[in-house]
């Protein structure tokens, strides 16, 4: 399983078509998947989730492939194994809070899967 590249550090072909990936939403992990849709491959990553708000049904959602809230589903399984590299990962995404969500609470998310209690004093 290879270490999960920065988030600011993704290629525009970093997200393909068919990928599993996990949407931080809602204060919690969510499954997903891509799709093909607007800029795919250009800067934007579209995705399906069962879980997503219904006021977005009439199409995938979106965003930024560089927003910290949208993993692989693969990276998601190597942060559970390697909770440090983790916390290292949302410190390098800048500021501890991205377009309105404290990455704090995808830390937390993270954590509550994990069942650890590490105090989150030095994000």
Not at 44 to 67: E, Q, R
Request: aromatic share 14%; with cysteine; net charge positive.
């Amino acid at each position: 399983m290879r270490k999960p590249v920065f988030n600011n550090m993704r290629k525009a072909e970093y997200f393909n078509v068919g990928d599993e990936i996990m949407l931080f939403y809602d204060d919690k992990w969510n499954e997903a998947k891509v799709v093909r849709g607007y800029r795919h491959h250009e800067g934007c990553v579209n995705y399906i989730s069962k879980n997503y708000p219904t006021t977005y049904l009439d199409g995938p959602g979106g965003a930024g492939i560089h927003t910290p809230q949208i993993i692989l589903k693969s990276s998601f399984e190597y942060f559970l194994k390697n909770k440090e590299y983790f916390l290292e990962w949302c410190k390098e995404a800048g500021s501890m809070s991205y377009n309105g969500t404290d990455l704090r609470d995808m830390l937390i998310s993270m954590r509550l899967k994990l069942h650890t209690h590490r105090p989150l004093d030095k994000c």
